[in-house]
């Protein structure tokens, strides 16, 4: 029989697989844009797509980031009763996790090599399949943190 895991310690693998995920794919984030690679030259001038990027990328990301710290930060306070998770639907929710930020991470990290002019083509095409996996990985994020029993 496999240990049981607590609550806490779901939430707690969750939310660093989650931070470290969206560190590593801010930082390149942030450096393409201050290096001006979301930037085009055209007839009328330098054209950036910059905006546009990052309009792309913070709905990917800080709406289940936001959803665990505050739930985190409501649970704070809760008197420390140790509360045990389904192992199999912390798995599932930890390797969806882990698919979507791949997913993601190809989007931010591999656009070059794809046939686009800009990113933000890719991006769009992108919502296609990230916003449904986004969904279930939430769904599931959802009802671990809130889980009070």
Same mark, same amino acid.
């Given at each position: 029989?496999?240990?049981?895991?607590?609550?806490?310690?779901?939430?707690?693998?969750? #939310?660093?697989?989650?931070?470290? /995920?969206?560190?590593?794919?801010? #930082?390149?984030? %942030?450096?393409? =844009?201050?290096?001006?690679?979301?930037?085009?030259? =055209?007839?009328? /001038?330098?054209?950036?797509?910059?905006?546009?990027?990052? /309009?792309?990328?913070?709905?990917?990301?800080?709406? =289940? &980031?936001?959803?665990?710290?505050? =739930? &985190?930060?409501?649970?704070?306070?809760?008197?420390?009763?140790?509360?045990?998770?389904?192992?199999?639907?912390?798995? %599932?929710?930890?390797?969806?996790?882990?698919?979507?930020?791949?997913?993601?991470?190809?989007?931010?990290?591999?656009?070059?090599?794809?046939?686009?002019?800009?990113?933000?083509?890719?991006?769009?095409?992108?919502?296609?399949?990230?916003?449904?996996?986004?969904?279930?990985?939430?769904?599931?994020? /959802?009802?671990?943190?809130?889980?009070?029993?």
């Amino acid at each position: 029989m496999t240990k049981p895991l607590s609550l806490e310690s779901a939430r707690s693998k969750l #939310l660093w697989l989650w931070l470290i /995920g969206v560190l590593l794919l801010l #930082l390149p984030l %942030i450096y393409q =844009t201050l290096n001006k690679t979301f930037e085009k030259t =055209t007839e009328s /001038g330098e054209e950036s797509f910059a905006q546009q990027v990052w /309009g792309w990328f913070i709905p990917m990301i800080f709406p =289940t &980031l936001t959803l665990m710290l505050s =739930t &985190l930060n409501i649970n704070a306070s809760a008197a420390n009763i140790v509360v045990n998770v389904n192992k199999k639907t912390y798995n %599932i929710c930890f390797i969806l996790s882990v698919f979507y930020l791949l997913l993601l991470s190809i989007n931010v990290f591999l656009w070059p090599i794809f046939k686009y002019e800009d990113p933000i083509k890719l991006f769009n095409i992108s919502n296609f399949y990230l916003g449904p996996i986004q969904g279930l990985a939430v769904l599931l994020i /959802g009802n671990l943190f809130n889980k009070k029993e």
